[in-house]
């Protein structure tokens, strides 16, 4: 038995998910920023349900979702192009304690009875402004901890990190809404930004790379990584094809609270358990990921996953048998991660280190931003032709856009996993 498992500790010391967690650096960013991802997953969940129990209404949750959209379409490119020419880690500390301050005035308005669908819409509003401005800093970090033969491994170990959070916060938040109320949910997400703050105090980033050179204004700089990916023969389409999956695909997790309580009448912890088994489908890819650790082969990876999950979106809004709708959850959540994360670190390795922030800020916007277009989108369709059609509708419309892109899977593998170099762009 010994040696047996002497082997399983050196393959897994060996495989992409041992390497990154050999630095220091990363260890500490990523525990501390899994235990925040744990309370940003009590926050949505219980956000979802405050919206439900306020409103009852399918658009609402769209909107909410919308709201939170919509500074990052404002303020993301922005923020990459800051992150470009700024310290990252100053930024992001920063950030997250302003951030911190949000989620306590949500959590005491929750606690006090003074919420309202209006004032949660204002904080929707504030704390997607807020993740705007975080997030090229954050999706940048990773190259900052650990050396560039290491960015894959630590990226795929992030999705499970997440993933792995995207479980146990769900599934507490339930527990919680049931038990204290969702006011004390809030609490909890206060407390564990409280530590992610603390652990950013703790850490250097011996890899930042290089900056962009001051020569330009800052919104010369954001014209600059526009042309920068419009123009590469990798990244266009990648974004493009990621644009699709976000607007057609991922609007479903913000629709689950209609879903558990309209369709499958289960209330908070039949949303808890949808979201959980979203979480252990995109666990389950985290893993596969950050234990494969590199590029080879993810481009097909990438476009069949698109594929994938268009169907099992289909055969969710199709079903009536909740257990079988979070088996499919857990399937739409899987090809997802491998969507964003196998994007990521396509691009991530093969993007021009000084224009990083301005190329994931606009990746960042892709994934996070256009869902809630697609939220609000299918929400409001909800209203007269119910929660099923419409994400029946993005499954078809999102197995078109692969039929499109998929001619051209072998100009991406070749470009993506021979080495990923600038050959499809203009140097800044």
Request: charged share 10%; net charge positive; with cysteine.
């Amino acid at each position: 038995m010994a040696p047996f498992l002497t082997a399983i500790g050196a393959s897994i010391a060996s495989s992409g998910m041992g390497r990154s967690m050999r630095h220091r650096e990363y260890r500490v960013f990523s525990i501390t920023h899994f235990i925040s991802a744990v309370g940003f997953w009590l926050q949505r969940v219980g956000i979802g349900w405050l919206t439900w129990d306020l409103t009852h209404s399918g658009a609402w949750l769209g909107i909410i979702a919308f709201a939170e959209a919509v500074p990052m379409f404002l303020l993301t490119p922005l923020a990459g192009s800051l992150a470009d020419r700024v310290d990252r880690l100053k930024m992001f500390r920063l950030l997250n304690i302003v951030n911190t301050i949000a989620a306590a005035v949500l959590a005491a308005l929750t606690i006090f009875g003074l919420i309202n669908i209006y004032w949660l819409t204002a904080i929707a509003i504030t704390t997607g402004a807020l993740s705007a401005m975080q997030l090229p800093a954050r999706m940048t970090m990773a190259p900052g901890l650990v050396p560039r033969d290491d960015v894959p491994a630590a990226i795929g170990f992030n999705a499970i990190l997440f993933q792995l959070s995207a479980f146990i916060g769900p599934a507490a938040a339930g527990l919680i809404i049931a038990s204290l109320g969702v006011g004390y949910l809030f609490v909890a997400n206060v407390l564990s930004y409280v530590v992610f703050i603390i652990g950013l105090y703790m850490i250097t980033l011996p890899y930042g790379g290089e900056r962009s050179k001051r020569e330009t204004g800052i919104f010369a700089d954001m014209v600059d990584g526009i042309r920068y990916v419009s123009g590469h023969a990798g990244i266009a389409p990648l974004i493009l094809l990621v644009f699709g999956a976000a607007l057609f695909v991922r609007p479903y997790m913000d629709m689950l609270p209609g879903f558990a309580d309209a369709i499958f009448d289960r209330g908070p912890q039949g949303l808890a358990t949808l979201v959980a088994a979203s979480g252990v489908g995109g666990m389950a890819a985290g893993i596969w990921l950050a234990v494969h650790g590199k590029t080879q082969h993810m481009t097909s990876m990438v476009l069949g996953s698109v594929l994938v999950g268009a169907v099992a979106l289909l055969l969710f809004a199709s079903t009536s048998l909740y257990w079988l709708a979070a088996f499919w959850v857990a399937v739409i959540a899987g090809t997802s991660t491998v969507v964003s994360v196998g994007a990521q670190m396509l691009v991530q390795t093969s993007v021009d280190d000084r224009m990083r922030g301005r190329v994931m800020s606009l990746y960042g916007l892709t994934w996070r931003g256009i869902p809630a277009i697609g939220a609000l989108m299918m929400g409001g369709l909800s209203s007269w032709a119910g929660l099923q059609a419409p994400l029946i509708g993005g499954g078809l419309f999102c197995i078109g856009l692969w039929a499109v892109i998929m001619p051209r899977k072998r100009r991406l593998a070749a470009f993506f996993e021979d080495g990923g170099d600038d050959r499809g762009s203009a140097r800044p």
